[in-house]
C-alpha cells in the first residue's frame, strides 16, 4: 500500500529525550521502518525546524522523510504549533495530487487536523492515533495546562470525521467513548519494540551500588521522576539513574534537573541519584539491562513504551496504575503496579522487589515472553495493515464516508 504517515511535531529522525521529543517519535519511526520492511510505500510529512535539513530524505529503513515548510525553520513547543497548521495543511493537499496515497495515519490531533482536511478534496481514508488526548491532559495538569483552547474541539471533530481511530490501550477507548467518538469506529493496535535490539542477553553498564533502579522519559513533571526521588531514601543501597533530556552538557541547565537536584538533596540521596542526559538508542540496552528494576511512574500515560523495553531486556518494571500501563505490564507476572503520585506505595514496591532475586529472574522471564508474544513492531504493522486496508475498502465502496462528515 502507498501509506502516508503526519506526524506534525514529532519528527521520526529526531534524538529522543527533549521536552517534545518522545514515545510519539519513536512509535512513527518503528512503525514506518517496519510497514517499509514489509514492503510498502511509506512518506512520514514532519514539520522543517532546522535549515540544514534536507527537504525530502530516504532513511536507512527504506521510508521517506518529507520535512514540511510550516512556520519558522526552528524548534518551537508543539502548542505553539497550531497556527502553522493552514501551511501545513496546503503543503501536504498540493504534494497528494501528483503522489495520492492509498490511506493517511495521523499521529497527534493537529496532524488529525492536517489529515482530514488535506484527504477530503482527494476523497483518502484517515486514521488518527492521538497519542494524548487533551481531556486526560485538561484533568491532570489543570492550570497549567499549555494546550491551545481548541484542542478538545478539534480531537472530538477528528474521531468522528476520521475513517477510523487507532487507539493504543483499552484505557484510550474508554476516554474516547466520554467524548463521543463510537465505539465501532475504534480499534485498539498498541505500540511495539525491537526485540532484536532489545534482548536480555548481551553486556550491561556497571553499577555503583548493590542495586540500580532506572526510569527513562522526558524531563516533565508528569513523568513521575520526582515521586522516584522521593522514595528513594526507603530504597537502600540502590541508586537512581534517570535516562533522558538534553544531551550531558547542558544537564546543569534545565529547569527540570534543577529542580529534581534540589528535591534530592532535601531528601539526602543526592549521592544515588544519576542524570544521564540524552542517551543513543543503541546505549538504551544496556542500560536497561544494568536495572534490577526498571520504574515507569508517570501520574498518566497514553501508553509508554519504555516498559515494553524493559520487559524485551528481561528486566522486571515497577510501573503506575495509568492509562496504557495498566494494559502492557501485567501485574505479578512481568512487574508491579502502584497508585501515581504515591512515594510511600513506590518506596514499598521496589524494596520488596529488590529483596527477592528469584522473583525478579521470574518477572523479568515473563516479560521478555510477553514481549516477543505480543509486541514486536512486525505484529504491530500487520496489525495496522488490516485497518489500513479495511477503511480503504470500505471507502471504495461507499459504507463510509471518507472526510468531511460525521455521517456513516
Not at 517534545?20 to 514532519?46: I, K, P
Not at 536480555?200 to 513533571?221: I, N, W, Y
Not at 514499598?348 to 532475586?357: I, K, N, Q, S, V
Amino acid at each position: 500500500m502507498r501509506i502516508a504517515m503526519i506526524s506534525e511535531h514529532a519528527n521520526p529522525l529526531a534524538a529522543l529525550g527533549e521536552v517534545d521529543a518522545g514515545g510519539q517519535n519513536l512509535h512513527v519511526a518503528e512503525l514506518s521502518a517496519a510497514l517499509a520492511a514489509a514492503g510498502h510505500d511509506v512518506t512520514v510529512y514532519t514539520r522543517r525546524d532546522d535549515p540544514v535539513q534536507s527537504a525530502d530524505r530516504i532513511t536507512p529503513q527504506g521510508y521517506r522523510v518529507v520535512h514540511v515548510p510550516a512556520g519558522p525553520v526552528r524548534p518551537l513547543p508543539k502548542d505553539e504549533l497550531l497556527p502553522h497548521m493552514g501551511e501545513f495543511t496546503r503543503f501536504v493537499e498540493r504534494a497528494w495530487r501528483t503522489d495520492r496515497p492509498e490511506v493517511v495515519h495521523s499521529h497527534f490531533w493537529m496532524s488529525g487536523l492536517v489529515a482530514v482536511v488535506a484527504a477530503r478534496a482527494h476523497g483518502i481514508p484517515v486514521l488518527h492515533t492521538y497519542h494524548a488526548l487533551g481531556t486526560v491532559k485538561r484533568r491532570h495538569q489543570g492550570t497549567a495546562d499549555t494546550s491551545p483552547d481548541q484542542r478538545i474541539g478539534i480531537e472530538r471533530m477528528i474521531g468522528r470525521t476520521a475513517a477510523g481511530i487507532v487507539a493504543t490501550c483499552g484505557d484510550e477507548v474508554t476516554e474516547l467513548a466520554r467524548m463521543g467518538v463510537p465505539r465501532t469506529n475504534v480499534s485498539i493496535v498498541p505500540c511495539g519494540v525491537d526485540c532484536a535490539q532489545f534482548t536480555a542477553e548481551g553486556p550491561a553498564e556497571d553499577k555503583a551500588l548493590p542495586f540500580r533502579v532506572v526510569s527513562v522519559g522526558r524531563l516533565v513533571p508528569r513523568k513521575g521522576f520526582a515521586d522516584l526521588i522521593a522514595a528513594l531514601p526507603g530504597v537502600p543501597d540502590t541508586e537512581l539513574v534517570i535516562v533522558g533530556g538534553p544531551e550531558h552538557a547542558r544537564l546543569a541547565f534545565d529547569p527540570e534537573v534543577r529542580r529534581l537536584r534540589a528535591l534530592a538533596e532535601k531528601t539526602r540521596v543526592a549521592d544515588r541519584v544519576r542524570f544521564t542526559g540524552q542517551v543513543p538508542r543503541d546505549r538504551m540496552p544496556g542500560l536497561l539491562r544494568s536495572a534490577d528494576v526498571v520504574a515507569c511512574v508517570p501520574w498518566y500515560e497514553p501508553f509508554g513504551i519504555v516498559p515494553l523495553e524493559a520487559m524485551a531486556c528481561g528486566v522486571p518494571v515497577v510501573a503506575t496504575r495509568v492509562g496504557g500501563l495498566t494494559d502492557t505490564v501485567v501485574e505479578h507476572v512481568t512487574g508491579e503496579l502502584v497508585p501515581p503520585r504515591r512515594p510511600a506505595a513506590l518506596a514499598t514496591a521496589l524494596r520488596t522487589m529488590l529483596a527477592d532475586p528469584i522473583r525478579r529472574s521470574f518477572l523479568g522471564g515473563a516479560g521478555r515472553d510477553r514481549a516477543e508474544s505480543r509486541y514486536p513492531w512486525r505484529r504491530i504493522a500487520e496489525e495496522c495493515v488490516r485497518e489500513y486496508q479495511r477503511c480503504a475498502e470500505l471507502a471504495q465502496t461507499g459504507a463510509i464516508t471518507v472526510v468531511g462528515s460525521a455521517a456513516r
